[in-house]
Structures are given as structure tokens and as C-alpha cells.
């Protein structure tokens, strides 16, 4: 669906929502990763609400539908958010992320929840079940799309390249990755780690149809999913440059990465104000 034809008021409110879930989780679990998963909130609600991703909340096993992976599995709380917003399942289900017998685990398990299209976690693997879904949707004669989000700092497992290669071999124009790049990983900096800038070159380099667009401008990811849809012969990259927190980074000065930590009831309720602005 071409952004023009999409209420960009209401996906901002829904993206409003999402970060709210997130935020509210997390704190509320004691743990999780929140800084990762409000980086990729505008390319998830892109997806699920911007005319994207098609895909059908009551029947979420239709074959025909197409695939959304999240290979950066530690950041479940933006898909939980996301797919409770959808109608997965009830939004008061999110309070109950990481509890013992919640489905809500700490990552995400395909086997215990509506719209979990693989289960993630292990860094590096995600483009791999990806290529097998593309691979398998087209054997089926579907013409399914299927979208991985991968992180700035997974895509240094060299799995990933192996992956990369398979999808040009096979001319999987129906598949597509965002690559979440917000610049940080668990240790630290990405440029500190082991800087793999500039990325859409490389992913060219690879034989993919490379795209670089500000991960949080909804009306500019929406344009890059149209045209990604459009690559034809190839498959299709789309690096998402983010902010790790956005848009509440500011109040994680001691620390920027803030990777893996909740908010505290304080810091929450001080994110949650600033979000509503």
C-alpha cells in the first residue's frame, strides 16, 4: 500500500501505544531489553498497521500470509506490544512478560504464542529461517513476503553472510531485512565492537537491493517497504538508522545502551510523560 493512502496520525498513536507497552513490561517484569525494542518500534508498526505486512489476526496460520521474523529475539517486547495491538492476543496479557508460565517468555517461542513466525534469540540465525520461509512460500506457489529485523551487532555473526549469499543465489525478491541500526550492542558502541559501516555497500556488494532510510520517520519506512517491494530478481535490504531508546534516550544519560536493563519505576514514569508528548 503506498504511504500516501495511510493515516500517518494513526500510526504514530499506535506506535505511541507500543512504546507505552514496552516501557510498562519491562518495568514491570524486572528485566528485559526496553532500549532495544523502542529502536524498532516505527519499522514494526510500519509492518503490522501501515497496509505492509499481510497477515490475519483470527487465523494467524493462513499460509497465504506473509512473514514477519525477528531475528534480534531479546527485543520480544516490541513484537509482544506489537501483535497484542494487532488482535494476536489481549493487550493485558503484556503485563505478564518473563513470569513463570507466562507465554510471554523472554524471548520469543513460536510454540506458545498467536504470530510468532520463529523462535529467536540465538544472535545471527533469523535471516537463515528467513530464506527457508521465502524458499518454502514460493515451493507452496504463495506469493507471501517475508521481512527480518536484524541488529546492528548480530549481523557480525558470519552466519548471517552465509544467509546473504544463499537469498541472491536464489533470487528471493520476496524477501526483505531491516537492519535495526542504533549503533550499540551489549559490550558497547557497534563502531567500538567491531564497525561494519558503511552497511548498505556491503549488503550491494552481496548482490541485494540496499536501501538506507531514518528509522523513525514512519512516512520515509513506508516508502522504502513500497519500494522494496518493487526489487525484482533480488533480494532486498533496508538499513534502519535508529536511536537505541528512542525517543526517551536522553533520560538514560548514565547510560546510553542501557542494553538489557529495565526502567525503574521512576525512570518509567518520567519515559512514559515524555512519550505522551
Known amino acids: 500500500m503506498s504511504a ?11 506506535a505511541r501505544a507500543i512504546r507505552k507497552h514496552i516501557i510498562t513490561s519491562t518495568t514491570t517484569a524486572g528485566s528485559g531489553h526496553p532500549t532495544s525494542s523502542l529502536s524498532a518500534v516505527e519499522i514494526l508498526t510500519a ?24 531475528s534480534k529475539g531479546h527485543a520480544a517486547p516490541v ?12 493487550r493485558d496479557l503484556l503485563p505478564t512478560l518473563r513470569k513463570l508460565g507466562s507465554p510471554l517468555e523472554g524471548h520469543p517461542n513460536m510454540r506458545r504464542l498467536p504470530g510468532v513466525e520463529a523462535s529467536t534469540g540465538s544472535l545471527g540465525q533469523g535471516l537463515s529461517l528467513g530464506v527457508g520461509h521465502a524458499l518454502a512460500t514460493r ?3 504463495y506469493d507471501s513476503r517475508v521481512y527480518v529485523l ?5 549481523i557480525e555473526e558470519g552466519q548471517v553472510w552465509e544467509a546473504a549469499m544463499s537469498a541472491h543465489k536464489y533470487q528471493l525478491s520476496n524477501l526483505v531485512v531491516i537492519v535495526d541500526q542504533n549503533g550499540y550492542q551489549q559490550t558497547g558502541p557497534t563502531a567500538e565492537v567491531l564497525d561494519m559501516k558503511p552497511l548498505a555497500p556491503k549488503w550491494e556488494s552481496f548482490g541485494w537491493f540496499a536501501q538506507e532510510v531514518d528509522g523513525h520517520d514512519m ?28 525517543p526517551i ?16 519505576a521512576d525512570e518509567a514514569t518520567r519515559a512514559l510523560q515524555e512519550i505522551e508528548k
Not at 249 to 264: A, R, V
Open 47 to 70: 509492518l503490522y498497521f501501515g497496509g505492509i505486512l499481510r497477515h490475519d489476526p483470527k487465523n494467524p496460520t493462513w499460509p497465504q500470509r506473509d512473514r514477519f521474523i525477528l
Open 249 to 264: 534516550q536522553h533520560l538514560l544519560t548514565s547510560d546510553p545502551n542501557h542494553h538489557g536493563k529495565p526502567l525503574t
Open 219 to 246: 512516512a520515509k519506512v513506508l516508502e522504502t517497504f513500497d519500494k522494496a517491494a518493487q526489487s525484482k530478481d533480488r533480494p532486498s535490504v533496508i538499513v534502519a538508522r535508529t536511536v537505541k531508546g528512542y
Open 150 to 154: 536484524l541488529g546492528d551487532g548480530e
Open 79 to 90: 513484537l509482544y506490544a506489537t501483535l497484542a495491538e494487532a488482535g494476536y492476543f489481549p
Open 4 to 14: 500516501d493512502r495511510i493515516d500517518l496520525g494513526a500510526l504514530l498513536t499506535t
Open 139 to 141: 515451493l507452496d506457489g
